[in-house]
Structures are given as structure tokens and as C-alpha cells.
């Protein structure tokens, strides 16, 4: 088994930062990417930004320029630091990461975070 564990969400400010972390621990054999999702009530969730075991990061248009992924030199802990942030940026912001895991480890085995929440105040 794998889980995932965030801290870091809250309430701040519109043009305030704040940095979510999530680490993953359990029967990992390999990390093969991390990211983070967003979801507001009655829509989907929607990918905010990845980031792969080689460093590859991708994000949505709406915080590029603004959130910067990135890792630990493990690769287990995946961080989202957010700057200038939005009142639309405000969601429940889930960690995901897909893994192989000592029992199978050519596994692409997915995973979700609790969920954490990140108000951002007008």
C-alpha cells in the first residue's frame, strides 16, 4: 500500500503565497509522477501541475507563471509553492501521485491525497 500525506493549505490574502507539501510512503519501488489536482464544489477536479521522476513538470495556463512544483531529492515529497495567488484559486487542492510498488514494481499504481483546503480571501 501507498499513501499520500498533505499538509500546508489555509486562508490567505489575494496576492499572498502559501506551499503545499505531500509525501508519499508505503511499498514504493519507484515514484513515476506527482502532482496536484483542484476541485471546487459541482465541478470536476482539474489538474494544477505534475512532475515526473526526471524532473518533467507540466501545468495548467491559469497559475503558469505563479506555481512552481517540484520534489525532494528522493522524489517522495512533492511541494506546490504558489505565489500571487487568486481568489479563483481557491479549492480543495488533492495530492496524486502514481507509483510501482515492491510487490509490482513495473506498476503505474494511483493514489489520492485527502484533499486540503486553500481560501483565498478578495
Known amino acids: 500500500q501507498v499513501q499520500l500525506e498533505e499538509s500546508g493549505g489555509g486562508l490567505v490574502q489575494s496576492g499572498g503565497s502559501l506551499r503545499l507539501a505531500c509525501t508519499a510512503s508505503?511499498?514504493?519501488?519507484?515514484?513515476?509522477?506527482m502532482g496536484w489536482y483542484r476541485q471546487t464544489p459541482g465541478n470536476q477536479r482539474e489538474l494544477v501541475a505534475t512532475?515526473?521522476?526526471?524532473?518533467?513538470?507540466n501545468y495548467v495556463d491559469a497559475v503558469k507563471g505563479r506555481f512552481t512544483i517540484s520534489t525532494n531529492n528522493a522524489h517522495n515529497t512533492v511541494f506546490l509553492q504558489m505565489n500571487s495567488l487568486k481568489p479563483e484559486d481557491t479549492a480543495v487542492y488533492y495530492c496524486?501521485?502514481?507509483?510501482?510498488?515492491?510487490?509490482?514494481?513495473?506498476?503505474?499504481?494511483?493514489?489520492w491525497g485527502q484533499g486540503t483546503q486553500v481560501t483565498v480571501s478578495p
Open positions: 512532475i515526473t521522476s526526471t524532473g518533467n513538470t
Open positions: 508505503g511499498s514504493i519501488a519507484r515514484v513515476n509522477v
Open positions: 496524486n501521485g502514481r507509483f510501482g510498488t515492491e510487490m509490482v514494481p513495473w506498476d503505474d499504481l494511483q493514489v
